[in-house]
């Protein structure tokens, strides 16, 4: 396994978020987190990206226990669902900030955003602000912002849920394209069912919690 999550547990005061919940992805693959809001899904990716420290229980990668690394010393590529890119930077220097601090040269950082802005579908908006994009074209950049650094888990919180169909159904197959071009592990929340069964190569059920179900989108929808 890649990433395994071991009964995690999160509690807050006397309320059980996630009660001893176990999870694993494999190399490449990308992952779904299915369940109702309030069941526990964003803690449980919370947990796994370092923003909050578990009450019990394990996560390793490739493992290695990562219990113990801050999120900015785990290597993660995360997207949330409302725009999180910096407002006074460019496109150009959201995609970059990542490399910058880790030191990489000018062009280096240069080739590299666009090459990104490539993949993402928006070759021309390098020097825009955020506030001038759209709601759906701001994700494309977020999405680009968190590959930069070749990440070693991609991690996307709901990234669909703030747009309006149409935009949803292309950054959905935007989302496919550019995982499955990298290969990279991914682990997306979503409450919407249609969503996870045309992403994910295997679906992890949620509610209240624990897991109630995990399999491939076959197992768990289309068994006679
Ligand atoms: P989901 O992502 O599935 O909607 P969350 O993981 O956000 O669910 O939340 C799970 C439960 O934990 C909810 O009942 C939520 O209110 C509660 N919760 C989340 N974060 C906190 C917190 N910081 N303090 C107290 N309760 C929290
Ligand atoms: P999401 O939209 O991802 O479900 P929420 O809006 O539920 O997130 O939570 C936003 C923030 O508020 C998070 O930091 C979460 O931990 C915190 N939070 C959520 N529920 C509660 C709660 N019942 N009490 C205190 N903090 C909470």
Do not use: W
Not at 58 to 83: C, H, M, N, T
Request: proline share 4%.
């Amino acid at each position: 396994m890649y990433l395994t999550v071991h009964n995690a547990t999160k509690i807050y005061g006397n309320f059980t978020a996630l009660d001893s919940v176990s999870i694993d992805i494999e190399q490449g693959e990308f992952v779904c987190l299915l369940g109702p809001s309030g069941c526990g899904k964003t803690t449980l990716l919370r947990l796994i990206a370092g923003l909050t420290e578990l009450d019990g229980g394990d996560i390793l990668l490739e493992g290695e226990a990562l219990s113990d690394l801050p999120a900015r010393k785990r290597g993660f590529g995360i997207v949330f669902q409302s725009y999180s890119l910096f407002p006074n930077m460019t496109v150009a220097e959201n995609i970059g900030y990542g490399l910058k601090i880790r030191g990489a040269s000018r062009s280096e950082i240069s080739r590299r955003v666009n090459e990104l802005l490539e993949l993402v579908k928006l070759p021309r908006v390098a020097d825009n602000f955020p506030g001038q994009l759209s709601g759906g074209q701001q994700q494309r950049i977020a999405l680009a912002r968190a590959i930069a650094v070749d990440p070693r888990v991609l991690l996307l919180d709901e990234p669909l849920s703030a747009l309006d169909a149409k935009v949803r159904a292309e950054l959905r197959g935007e989302i496919r394209h550019v995982q499955r071009s990298l290969g990279i592990p991914t682990l997306m929340v979503t409450h919407d069912q249609e969503e996870a069964l045309a992403l994910a190569d295997k679906i992890i059920c949620m509610n209240h919690g624990i897991v109630v179900q995990a399999g491939t989108p076959e197992d768990l929808y289309h068994r006679p």
